[in-house]
């Protein structure tokens, strides 16, 4: 009986734990079927997320692509303005070549419109037509520009033509003309004053500085990432000659007096009177390194082709160019050696009211131009050195006129 109620008392036991581990067991496996399902709706979700990230990201560079197609669009269409306007330019300076020597009938021909065009496949009629249509728009702009391109054609016909050698020959001494620089000299003289009697142009120069009438211009140059742009400067003083304009600028006796970015000055060689070797030194301007410079400078006068009568007063210049000196050798020490074309050029005008009595200061005026090309030799801050011509050139310009006014008031006109 024992026995009974213990066998008893077991299996029953037993049904229950077996029944409450299957029990556990069943809620194991729902709560993990639970977990794992929720784990792959996150998965869904977030590949619905990198689907929508990577469909905006696909809009954005599309967007991006536009945007650099149009910039390309708009850069190409540039260039092709560019490229025209240089075209236009190169027909303009073929047109000038074209004039020279030309009879008057043949320059109308070659500056003229549609009415000057021959073999016209237009009837007579709707030629005419065409013609006075254009003439009654355009007729006076079409006269203006004819008569600008011819009067600039004569000035450089006028330029081109004249031999300026010959006459910078004839007024050199003898010396001069029989140093071995000679041929050096007379050319480059030769060049800058052919470049100083011409114009500007349209469109090359950008004027930098206006002050009365002191006009200074620019063409920004760079060359081996070096700044190299050529200056040009006009400008006109009362009272002085374009004679005693060069002589204060040529002479080294004066040059301390009205350079201001002069250290030292040493004459090397005193080839004649109008032909000097100089050696310079200039004052270091801060962060490039000290320059020097050993330049030839000669003084020359040659006749006003712009008036030819007898006694109408010579041009005046002097040019002053560098050379290589052996006893001065480029870069030796701490400066760095610059290289430069520099020519200031003075036409004296005699006012007309002045014919016929003794001149005096107040009947003359001084047509300056000055022009300038300086390679600085080695590194030096793009942004440095232009800001620095841009201060100091047109300083100079009006320091040394008033020094030369100043230096002349009380002396003879030297024409």
Not at 79 to 99: A, C, G, Q, Y
């Amino acid at each position: 009986m024992y026995l009974f109620i213990y066998l008893s008392f077991f299996f029953s036991s037993s049904f229950f734990f077996f029944f409450f581990f299957f029990m556990l067991e069943g809620v194991s496996k729902n709560e993990s079927y639970q977990k794992y399902t929720c784990e792959a709706l996150d998965f869904k979700g977030e590949a619905v997320a990198f689907k929508a990230t990577s469909s905006g990201i696909l809009e954005i560079l599309k967007h991006c692509i536009e945007v650099m197609n149009q910039r390309e669009t708009a850069w190409e269409s540039m260039l092709e303005k560019e490229i025209n306007n240089r075209k236009d330019l190169e027909e303009v300076v073929r047109t000038l070549s074209l004039v020279d020597g030309l009879t008057d009938q043949e320059r109308a021909q070659v500056l003229g419109g549609a009415d000057l065009t021959e073999h016209s496949n237009l009837t007579e009629d709707e030629f005419y037509d065409a013609v006075e249509s254009s003439n009654d728009n355009s007729s006076e702009d079409a006269k203006q520009r004819k008569d600008q391109l011819l009067q600039c054609t004569k000035n450089n016909v006028q330029t081109t033509q004249t031999n300026w050698g010959e006459l910078i020959r004839a007024a050199a001494t003898s010396a001069s003309l029989k140093h071995a620089y000679w041929p050096e000299i007379e050319r480059v003289v030769a060049e800058q004053i052919r470049s100083a009697r011409m114009g500007l142009g349209k469109g090359a120069w950008q004027l930098f500085v206006e002050d009365g009438e002191m006009k200074m211009y620019r063409r920004e140059v760079e060359e081996d990432g070096l700044v190299v742009d050529p200056l040009k400067a006009t400008h006109q003083v009362k009272g002085i000659t374009g004679r005693e304009l060069c002589h204060y600028f040529f002479y080294p006796e004066y040059r301390y007096d009205w350079e201001g970015t002069l250290e030292t000055m040493n004459v090397v060689d005193k080839i004649a009177e109008d032909t000097i070797l100089f050696h310079q030194i200039h004052k270091r301007i801060w962060p490039a390194a000290q320059r020097d410079a050993t330049f030839w400078s000669h003084l020359t006068h040659v006749p006003d082709e712009e008036n030819k009568s007898e006694d109408s007063p010579h041009i005046w210049a002097t040019v002053n160019s560098s050379v290589e000196l052996p006893s001065h050798p480029p870069n030796g020490g701490k400066q760095v050696r610059i290289y430069l074309t520099i020519i200031l050029m003075g036409q004296t005008i005699i006012s007309p009211a002045a014919k016929g009595r003794e001149i005096k200061r107040d009947d003359i005026t001084c047509k300056i131009t000055y022009c300038a090309v300086v390679n600085p030799g080695g590194w030096a801050p793009s942004s440095v050195l232009r800001a620095v011509y841009k201060r100091e050139y047109p300083k100079f310009l009006k320091r040394f006129t008033a020094y030369v006014l100043e230096k002349t008031k009380n002396l003879p006109i030297k024409l």
